[in-house]
């Protein structure tokens, strides 16, 4: 069974956005998919809610208390999408139930400042040390051709971490979300520059780079 969480402590970040289209991905994929909501704001069940009964089935476990008991057998994919302000002891307990870990960064200054004290902590956790998990970075609603985005894409560079890719700004993932599907779904036509986008995510999550 494999463990994605996507997790920074910088709210707004796309880590919701990011849980719900790697479930959605995994799921057409034909995998058992089960997506673990860490968060109060619960997005990433809100999101289940909405889902088509047409669409490829995904589990939905609610809170961290629980941990992931509430997660089938038989399940291939676990996603979680973890809480904002996750940090101490809270961010350590998170990080035992993660093999992999995506971190969402925005085109922002505080953002980036932010990523880089959340980095550091996980960096110090006894799990990173003994090579328990994997982080990746992903550039999220960038504009390409501003200069924030020039910033974003050479601080990623920069970072011990994988900088897996940058995902650009688009209502797609806004229609996705409310329609319970994954940009996935959406037809070719209109989500075509993400899929592209999000072809090294997959690829990095696929490979062994992402597992410890
Ligand atoms: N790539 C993107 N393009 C457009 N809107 C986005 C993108 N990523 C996230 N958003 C929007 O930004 C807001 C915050 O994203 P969300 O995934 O909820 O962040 P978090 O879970 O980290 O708080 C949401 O309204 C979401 O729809
Ligand atoms: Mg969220």
């Not at 999220?140 to 985005?149: M, Q, Y």
Request: glycine share 8%; charged share 25%.
């Amino acid at each position: 069974m494999r463990h994605i969480m996507v997790l920074n402590a910088k709210g707004g970040c796309g880590k919701s956005t990011l849980a719900t289209n790697i479930a959605g991905f995994y799921a057409d994929e034909g995998k058992v998919v089960a997506l673990a909501d860490y968060d109060s704001q619960c997005s990433s069940l809100d999101w289940l809610s909405l889902r088509p009964g047409s669409a490829p089935k995904i589990e939905g476990v609610k809170g961290f208390d629980s941990g992931l008991k509430g997660v089938s057998r038989g399940t291939d994919v676990v996603v979680i999408d973890a809480p904002a302000r996750s940090h101490g002891k809270e961010l350590t307990d998170l990080l035992n139930h993660a093999d992999t870990v995506v971190v969402p960064v925005l085109p922002s200054t505080i953002d980036m400042r932010a990523t880089t004290r959340f980095l550091k902590e996980i960096y110090a956790s006894g799990r990173y040390k003994r090579k328990q998990i994997k982080v990746g970075l992903v550039g999220n609603r960038v504009r390409e051709k501003t200069l924030i985005f020039d910033e974003l894409d050479a601080y990623l560079e920069k970072q011990r971490s994988t900088y897996v890719a940058s995902l650009r700004e688009a209502q797609n993932y806004v229609r996705a979300y409310t329609r319970g599907l994954s940009i996935f779904d959406l037809p070719e036509y209109l989500a075509w520059p993400d899929w592209e986008q999000w072809h090294p995510v997959v690829e990095w999550l696929d490979s062994k780079r992402s597992r410890p």
